[in-house]
């Protein structure tokens, strides 16, 4: 089967998860068509030749305000589809994706070439971006046009129902992590130049959007530090990191905390890592959090959106109401002041992460691809 994957190609978690799946099918026997602006980002570790990459440029011209890329991105859809005769798109994050997709399938439909397409639901195209009266004509009908919807959360499914007409199924099929790549591995070395005094470790990582709430990380971690010695680690970037970086300023704590920036070998680090934190308004799954608790770290986060799916309370770590710094603060506290205590949550956090592997999860992209594929046969000979 050839399936064209559309998504971005950035830290954000819609390109992960996109670019993980597209590794899993390919090593599965698989060929996989990226189709986007940029080579996404966990492609760039090792040859993996069943994928293929096909950039979507986007020329500029001087009347182009906002270079067109939705148009760019049709074109490229329709190019790709007919010269690798794709059998089927696979389109992550729906916006521009789904509509672009139903563009392209037009397009094609006039030359007696046809494909289905599935729409795959991260979550702010759903809970914030999409549902903006701007953009949401579209990406209704886009997500209706679609020949199936997936969502990676019962709570992402229910909020969709809840905001959009939808009028076919959602079926839900929640984020992976791949073991293999994500376990703790000895980095005591590494962990030694971080935290010399034996300090806990804290970790976030984020695109820090506002969304993610990054200064509550800094609140948290000031009272944390009140009560046990600890290090924090700050991983990613995006419009908040200045601020964030001069509130941990401002609060005093700035050689207790290294911001790091975008890195690619997350789990290096979550290997030495004692705590994850994420304390976002929304969060439609937490995949940085399932990848933690997949290296043997608890959770402190929110109860928002899905993350009471993926995060246990008081067995993987615990969550608090959105914004409650103290109540996180506390908890974080209770399970890294006793050795005992915090090997019993990484345990846990590890069994339970292990119930979201990727080989439990492929399999049911898999089925959807093949019923999807047959439907679709099945109702265009009808019309013929
Ligand atoms: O918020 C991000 O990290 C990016 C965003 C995206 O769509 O690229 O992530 C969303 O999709 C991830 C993968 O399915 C989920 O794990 C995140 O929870 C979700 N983010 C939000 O809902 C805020």
Redo the contacts with the bound molecule.
Sequence with gaps: MKIGIVC?P????????ATELGIALSDKGYEVHFITYEQPVRLTQGFHPNIYFHEVKVPTYPLFDFPPYETALASTMVHVITTQQLDLLHL??AIPHASAAYFARQILRKTGRDIPFIT?L????I??VGRESTYAPVVTFSINESDAITA??DS?KAETLESFDIEKEIHVIP?FVDVKRFHNTDKNHFKKMLAPEGERILVHV??F?S??RVPDVIKIFAEVKKHVPAKLLMIGDGPERQNTEELARSMGLYSDIRFLGKQEQISEILSITDLFILP???????????EAMACSVPVISTNA???PEINVQGKTGFLSDVGDIEDMAKNAIHILSDDERLHQFKKAAIAHARKFEKQHIIPQYEQLYTDVIAGYKRVVCTQQ
């Design positions: 971005y950035t830290f954000g978690g819609s390109g992960v998860l992550h994050y795959t991260h979550g702010t195209d809970t914030l990676v959360s992402l984020n984020s695109n959007r969304v993610k976002s308004a929304t969060e439609s799954f937490g995949l940085s959090a399932l959106g899905g993350l």
